[in-house]
């Protein structure tokens, strides 16, 4: 697939699946050379760079992890714990989360876009934490402006998403029914105090959202004494856990949607308990491919193979 496929896929509410891309020679060797002479990660999710499925595999690990988990992820990586991943590590790492038994030898899979940015076009290159922090860094910010860009009206020149766009991102990250989710548009449309979210206040909800077990440990003590959420409380909890500050008109929308009791103030099961049933597996789909292994999201995957290896050794 190429790195606009990716991004494609990243944004469906759908099953995405497109025909077999299939090169001649020449154009597969010009688009490995174009990817040899730059260093920029940006260049990973245009429509001429290419990403196998150990890459797609890969990417999508890294949209599914906490956002204080750089240093802990590159370790994963990095086998031998000697601050440097080399490219046989990587395929190590790869063949153990994913589902089969592909080999981790690295002559056994096709150079692609990633692979020379990240190792070089002779493949004996490194990645460093910073190169890796810059990987995570420059993939969330692609995905997060290309999910950002699916809601936003064509009509809409400034750097802005409805309240209804905005709303239908975040709750596409979650298990809500489809009753659910259309009485929460609904709240949304009569909505009248907040017509528009940025980009920015769109990126802090989902830094609250991809950083969501941290919030909810930051509020359990509230939930244990069964007392709601005030407003107060749950921008600082926000900010704890994410690092950004939810913006207080976002803060209101939340309120206003999520508050059947209309109490001013949000319950655990108001809130938390829609949130997490879906941020904990990543953004959902509404359609999965009928395998064996249908019912896991790569993240989950991931983290079940992790455990079974850890149980090995």
């Given at each position: 697939m190429t790195g606009r496929d990716f991004l494609e896929a990243w944004t469906s509410d759908e099953f995405y699946e497109k025909p077999k891309l299939e090169l001649y020679d020449l154009e597969y060797d010009t688009m490995i050379e174009t990817s040899n002479r730059n260093s920029d990660f940006n260049t990973l999710f245009?429509?001429?760079?290419?990403?196998?499925?150990?890459?797609?595999?890969?990417?999508?690990?890294?949209?599914?992890?906490?956002?204080?988990?750089?240093?802990?992820?590159?370790?994963?990586?990095d086998l031998?714990?000697?601050?440097?991943?080399?490219?046989?590590?990587?395929?190590?790492?790869?063949?153990?989360?994913?589902k089969n038994d592909e080999t981790s030898d690295p002559s056994a899979h096709i150079s692609t876009t990633l692979r020379v940015l990240l190792f070089g076009k002779n493949d004996d290159g490194t990645i460093d934490l910073e190169k890796f922090t810059r990987l995570l860094s420059d993939v969330q910010t692609n995905c997060l402006r290309a999910e950002f860009n699916r809601f936003r009206s064509r009509d809409r020149k400034?750097?802005?998403?409805?309240?209804?766009?905005?709303?239908?991102?975040?709750?596409?990250?979650?298990?809500?029914?489809?009753?659910?989710?259309?009485?929460?548009?609904?709240?949304?449309e009569a909505y009248k105090s907040l017509e528009e979210v940025s980009f920015e206040q769109f990126k802090s909800m989902i830094a609250l959202l991809?950083?969501?077990?941290?919030?909810?440990?930051?509020?359990?003590?509230?939930?244990?004494?069964?007392?709601?959420?005030?407003?107060?409380?749950?921008?600082?909890?926000?900010?704890?856990?994410?690092?950004?500050?939810?913006?207080?008109?976002?803060l209101d929308l939340l309120f206003y949607v999520f508050d059947e009791a209309g109490d001013g103030h949000l319950s655990h099961s108001e809130f938390v308990n829609v949130m997490k049933t879906g941020v904990e597996t990543g953004v959902s789909s509404s359609q999965k491919p009928k395998d064996d292994t249908s019912n896991l999201s790569v993240g989950s995957y991931f983290r079940k193979c992790i455990r079974s290896e850890m149980i090995k050794s």
């Amino acid at each position: 697939m190429t790195g606009r496929d990716f991004l494609e896929a990243w944004t469906s509410d759908e099953f995405y699946e497109k025909p077999k891309l299939e090169l001649y020679d020449l154009e597969y060797d010009t688009m490995i050379e174009t990817s040899n002479r730059n260093s920029d990660f940006n260049t990973l999710f245009t429509a001429t760079s290419l990403i196998s499925y150990p890459d797609y595999v890969f990417l999508r690990s890294i949209l599914l992890r906490p956002d204080d988990l750089s240093v802990q992820s590159f370790q994963m990586l990095d086998l031998n714990l000697d601050g440097q991943v080399t490219l046989e590590e990587f395929y190590d790492m790869y063949r153990m989360f994913t589902k089969n038994d592909e080999t981790s030898d690295p002559s056994a899979h096709i150079s692609t876009t990633l692979r020379v940015l990240l190792f070089g076009k002779n493949d004996d290159g490194t990645i460093d934490l910073e190169k890796f922090t810059r990987l995570l860094s420059d993939v969330q910010t692609n995905c997060l402006r290309a999910e950002f860009n699916r809601f936003r009206s064509r009509d809409r020149k400034d750097d802005s998403i409805s309240v209804q766009g905005f709303m239908r991102a975040v709750l596409r990250r979650t298990k809500v029914t489809s009753i659910q989710r259309a009485r929460f548009i609904d709240k949304t449309e009569a909505y009248k105090s907040l017509e528009e979210v940025s980009f920015e206040q769109f990126k802090s909800m989902i830094a609250l959202l991809n950083n969501f077990s941290d919030f909810e440990v930051a509020v359990r003590m509230y939930q244990i004494a069964k007392k709601p959420l005030s407003k107060v409380v749950f921008k600082r909890a926000a900010f704890i856990s994410s690092g950004e500050e939810i913006h207080d008109d976002v803060l209101d929308l939340l309120f206003y949607v999520f508050d059947e009791a209309g109490d001013g103030h949000l319950s655990h099961s108001e809130f938390v308990n829609v949130m997490k049933t879906g941020v904990e597996t990543g953004v959902s789909s509404s359609q999965k491919p009928k395998d064996d292994t249908s019912n896991l999201s790569v993240g989950s995957y991931f983290r079940k193979c992790i455990r079974s290896e850890m149980i090995k050794s």
